[in-house]
């Protein structure tokens, strides 16, 4: 076991290394930030550059820049922005927080949603309420998200003025960019709980259950749910991942303070220390979840541990 | 004796809320869109710093809206020995927010800063390296030593790296803690700024110009124009600041009952320039031809719904060294046509043209530039590249096609600021003409600081790159502003420095 766990923590450094350098890599080739900002600088000579260069620390080498990038992960420092100097652990300090609780509230809004209906379209299948939630939930696979936003931004924020266009200053402010991720989200989630019960309520614990005499109710919320719950909830954690990801547009129109707006910043002002900060930070999340995950099923299925 | 104590807690309370309500009678919100990140006047360029600094910082000359220079914390200035040497006697009784007195001393730490090894690390000291040293005279005069006369010197002084800091507040915390702690001597002061989100401001009531109107301001950082919209028609918002709303967008705001679209004439101005080294447009004949088969004011009528003016130099009329006789080139397609013969362009020769890919306006004049250009024989390609590779890697290194969008302007209002970078042999922005006649006007005009004599100077280096085609002038942009109705006494700065001494809201 301890051999598996030192070779599964190896490999996740190994990936997270590799997507740095990737990242730091790709992000120097698109324009010089010396440049960015100089613009609007009249008459700025060449060697004004290169001093702005050498006090941004982008007079040396790639490989030693980035070199001095790990040296200061490990030491927890993640250097500062260009823009104004700001440690970017504080930067990210501050985003990463928004970021997850917007995260978390556009899941918590999915499961609520998709489980009832998953649940009423697996029981009805075939019927009217099936069809409905099934074409229901193609309708919000189809949205684009960032079409969603400002749409629901034009309705209750400015024609019916009930909820604050953009920020997060209070509860109201989650409601539009979380329900925004949420609908998109509730629309696979639905199909994935109508296709998981529907195997459930295939099973011979089942037939079992109802033979027994047990209400509807009791079969389908204590017995099936109970079941489904594995994969749904695997499916869940992993869907975490990727709506980190799909978050950025979201957090843009919303002007949500969070990591999509500053990676988002950080790109088009070619601030290298902060996008290389928000990557690192998104992959290790990413990268670590993963590992639980396999670490978890080592756990539980020694198949795993001893391939 | 409860039921007093209840009643005294009820009347606090109401007195409080009474309070409140008055100061936020007094406020502001204001939409920029982008957080400069640090408020150091020498650490950045970006005309989004300036929108808000201006309320902070004092410089020693001021410009307001009008574009008038006029004196600041300076109250005169004489120019001495040829123009090498600016003594300047300082205003008495100003005071820093922090309650540090604004004299000779401040000046010149100021100077002493911005040339010296803080400065270098910023971008804000190539601006005045035309400063040799600053020599404190007495408490109150100053005399600024030049390597050379700068005729644009005054003006810079009136704004951006010239603003004038505290020396004992910055020698006591620290430059890293001057970045986001500003202190100036402005009629507003920073209270609150909390990185890439938003600042707040309080009035300065001891300010030398006299307190300002409002109690306290607050910009938010909103960099999508659709967001900052909405907040503004939702009523959260007072202003939004340019360079955010969108052409597209004028109607949506004027059409609402709370907000309305103000616009001034702005530094910027576009052109497409050519390659003047290869290709069909390497003869200036071509180029004439394909200036002359545009109607730019088409273009400026339907796409920039009106907002903008049709140029005939690479300036706009608020600039020092437009000249109202220069006529830009007429929209004649025949005589396109005749001079496209003349040069032997046969009809279906091609030309590339580079744009930035994330500018939406743009890309719709640089489609019906091609269109018109189709229509004298000439197939137009448009090759959109990210603005950053466009500006760093495309253009410098003479990697165009042979014609290139170039968006450019100054907060200084000075074409020597356009002209020289533009045209002078050997510049970033010059990867393909050489012309000694033009580097000579270029390098003359910056010595001369008789006014008028300049002027003429440069109106004939707009006349000469008109007359050579250097580039297809296209128009000067105006600054967008979105407000509020309940915003007063708003006047909208040409180069987006806005101050806010004199405006007020209503309820």
Redesign the interface.
């Known amino acids: 076991m301890a051999k598996f766990l030192f070779y599964r923590v190896l490999q996740a450094l190994f990936v997270l290394v590799a997507v740095t350098l990737i990242v730091s890599f790709a992000i120097r080739l698109?324009?010089?930030p010396?440049?960015?900002?100089?613009?609007?600088?009249?008459?700025?000579?060449e060697a004004?550059l290169e001093?702005?260069r050498?006090?941004l620390g982008l007079n040396q080498p790639f490989l030693v820049q980035y070199l001095e990038f790990l040296k200061g992960l490990v030491t927890g420092d993640m250097g500062r922005?260009?823009?104004?100097?700001?440690s970017v652990s504080?930067?990210i300090g501050?985003?990463l927080p928004a970021t997850l609780a917007l995260a978390f509230a556009s899941l918590l809004i999915s499961i609520v949603v998709s489980i009832p209906l998953g649940i009423k379209a697996a029981v009805s299948r075939g019927k009217w309420p099936d069809q409905m939630i099934r074409i229901l939930s193609l309708v919000g696979l189809s949205f684009p998200n960032f079409w969603l936003a400002?749409m629901l931004?034009?309705l209750f924020?400015?024609t019916f003025?009930l909820l604050?266009?953009?920020?997060m200053e209070g509860w109201q402010s989650f409601i539009m960019p979380a329900a925004t991720m949420g609908i998109i989200l509730t629309a696979t989630n639905v199909r994935l709980v109508r296709t998981t019960m529907l195997e459930t309520l295939r099973s011979q614990y089942i037939m079992v259950a109802r033979a027994k005499g047990l209400s509807n109710s009791a079969v389908l919320y204590k017995h099936a749910l109970r079941n489904c719950s594995i994969p749904l909830i695997t499916y869940f954690g992993l869907q975490f991942g990727g709506l980190l990801g799909g978050i950025v547009v979201v957090e843009?129109?919303?002007?949500w303070?969070g990591l999509g707006?500053?990676a988002?910043?950080a790109v088009a002002a070619?601030d290298y220390p902060v996008l290389q900060g928000v990557i690192t930070v998104l992959s290790l999340m990413i990268i670590s979840i993963n590992l639980l995950v396999d670490v978890a099923y080592g756990f539980v299925d020694p198949r795993v541990r001893k391939s | 004796m409860k039921k007093t104590t209840t009643l005294f807690k009820v009347c606090t309370l109401t007195a409080a809320m009474l309070a409140t309500s008055a100061s936020y009678a007094g406020s502001l919100t204001i939409a920029s869109p982008q957080d400069p990140g640090s408020w150091d006047p020498i650490d950045t360029f970006l005309v989004n710093w300036a929108s808000v600094a201006t309320n902070i910082f004092d410089g020693l000359t001021y410009r307001g809206p009008d574009l008038e220079l006029v004196p600041g914390l300076a109250t005169s200035w004489e120019e001495l020995d040829d123009g090498k040497r600016i003594r300047f006697s300082l205003r008495e009784d100003v005071v820093f927010h922090n309650g540090e007195p604004f004299n000779a001393d401040a000046v010149k730490f100021t100077f002493d800063r911005l040339l010296g090894e803080e400065g270098s690390r910023g971008p804000q000291r190539s601006n005045y390296t035309a400063i040799s040293h600053v020599e404190v005279i007495d408490d109150y005069t100053v005399d600024f030593f030049l390597y050379n006369s700068d005729p644009v010197l005054l003006t810079k002084l009136a704004g951006y790296g010239a603003m004038i800091v505290p020396p004992g507040y910055i020698e006591e915390h620290g430059d890293d803690y001057f970045n986001t702690h500003p202190v100036g001597t402005g009629p507003f002061k920073m209270v609150d700024y909390t990185p890439r989100s938003d600042v707040k401001l309080e009035a300065f009531a001891d300010h030398w110009g006299g307190a300002p109107k409002l109690d306290s301001v607050t910009y938010r950082f909103i960099s999508e124009p659709s967001t900052a919209v909405a907040e503004l028609q939702s009523g959260r918002v007072d202003i939004v600041l340019p360079p955010t709303i969108p052409i597209g967008m004028i109607d949506s705001i004027n059409n609402h009952p709370n907000s309305q679209v103000v616009s001034v004439p702005s530094p910027t101005v576009e052109a497409l320039r050519f390659n003047t080294q290869s290709g069909i447009t390497a003869d200036e004949r071509v180029r004439q031809a394909m200036i002359m088969a545009i109607d730019r004011q088409a273009i400026v009528d339907s796409i920039l719904g009106g907002e903008g003016q049709v140029i005939a130099s690479f300036q706009g009329t608020q600039s020092f060294g437009f000249d109202s006789e220069l006529e830009p080139y007429p929209y004649d397609p025949q005589r396109a046509q005749a001079l496209l013969k003349e040069a032997g362009v046969e009809p279906g020769a091609s030309v590339q043209i580079d744009v930035r890919g994330n500018d939406a306006t743009f890309g719709e004049v640089a489609q019906v530039v091609a269109a018109y250009l189709q229509g004298v024989g000439i197939n137009a390609s448009i090759q959109p590249y990210e603005t950053n590779v466009l500006l760093n890697d495309i253009i410098p290194a003479g990697r165009t096609g042979e014609m290139f969008q170039q968006k450019w302007g100054g907060w200084t209002f000075d074409f020597d600021n356009t002209a020289y970078l533009m045209y002078h042999s050997g510049e970033r922005w010059n990867p393909y003409d050489s012309d000694a006649t033009l580097d000579e006007m270029l390098n003359s005009q910056r010595s001369i600081t008789n006014r008028e004599e300049r002027e003429t100077l440069l109106q004939f280096v707009a006349r000469y790159t008109k007359e050579r085609a250097l580039e297809m002038p296209l128009y000067s942009l105006n600054a967008l502003y979105g407000v509020s109705n309940r915003v007063q006494n708003f006047e909208p700065a040409p180069d987006n420095r806005v101050r806010l001494t004199d405006v007020d809201v209503s309820e």
């Open positions: 698109t324009g010089d010396a440049i960015m900002l100089a613009q609007g600088a009249g008459s700025i000579t004004d001093r702005i050498e006090a922005s260009f823009m104004g100097g700001t504080e930067l501050r985003a400002i931004v034009l924020s400015i003025n604050p266009p953009s920020g843009r129109v919303f002007n303070p707006t500053l988002f910043d070619r």
